[in-house]
């Protein structure tokens, strides 16, 4: 009765072996793998067992920030192509190379305190503030938060011949653009030990921020709030939103 059993699975066995083989037409198959470069580049798919001179598809997707380069085989170009369509004739692993894109910046002014003006009282071409060139990254609806964290930053070791406007210590609490007007909420820090203050200080931090959030052709003024307040620092409250206009005709 064993024996009989083990004949009967052995026949069963060779009959499943003779379908596959049948079902496959007598020819070998091979097996294809795909991969992507870097795998946080983006996704490779279509591979898997294929019969011999079957077309086979492979296909890859770039995730965001990612470019799609080429299809590679064995270390040569096979396609630039992201959809790579060939005959199996053999086992292949192929590498779907992406690339990260480049960072998008952009040149933006960011004005600082003039130490001259500052000094002598007299006013130059943008007031009591000059603008120095950065460059941010170009995130669309950010370059103005982006922009003002310059300001916040203050200038760096090269730029030996600007004044910082405010501390470097400022946290931005809350921001919102519409309308033409953005409204910045800023922490205590504001007014903090940092803060050089008097009528020149606040004069130099209005003309400084208005002059370079204004740049962005959604402001046209601005307000500042400290802890959701308005700003007054003894010399002037900011109650309202103010533009360039105001600033070269009542703060200059």
């Known amino acids: ?4 059993k083990m004949k009967r699975i052995a026949l069963v066995a060779i009959t499943l072996t003779l379908m596959i083989f049948v079902g496959a037409g007598c020819s070998p198959q091979y097996q294809i793998e795909v991969e992507a470069q870097p795998t946080e580049g983006g996704l490779a798919a279509g591979g898997g067992r294929y019969v011999q001179g079957q077309r086979a598809t492979v296909a890859a997707e770039a995730f965001e920030n990612y470019t799609f ?4 085989l064995e270390d040569e170009t096979v396609s630039e192509n992201r959809i790579y369509e060939f005959e ?6 192929l590498v779907a190379v992406f690339e990260q894109r480049p960072e998008e910046t952009r040149e933006i002014s960011v004005f600082f305190g003039h130490p001259e003006a500052m000094t002598t009282g007299e006013a130059g071409e943008f007031g009591f503030v000059t603008p120095v060139l950065r460059q941010i990254r170009d995130i669309r609806g ?17 730029e030996e011949d600007v004044l910082s406007v405010m501390p470097d210590d400022v946290e931005i609490l809350g921001f ?13 820090e ?3 030990p940092d803060w050089s203050g008097g009528t020149l200080g606040g004069m130099v931090f209005t003309q ?41 005709d009542e703060h200059s």
């Open 1 to 4: 009765m064993w024996i009989y």
């Open 69 to 72: 380069v080429e299809w590679l």
């Open 88 to 93: 199996v004739t053999s086992d292949a692993r």
């Open 142 to 158: 950010g370059e103005i938060l982006l922009a003002l964290h310059e300001l916040i930053d203050g200038p760096s070791s090269e």
């Open 176 to 188: 919102e653009v519409g309308g033409g007007v953005a409204v910045f909420d800023l922490s205590a």
């Open 190 to 192: 504001m007014f903090g």
């Open 208 to 248: 400084a921020i208005v002059r370079t959030l204004t740049q962005f052709p959604a402001v046209d003024r601005v307000q500042i709030l400290v802890e959701g307040e308005y700003w007054e620092d003894g010399h002037f409250v900011w109650d309202r939103p103010i533009g360039i206009s105001d600033i070269e």
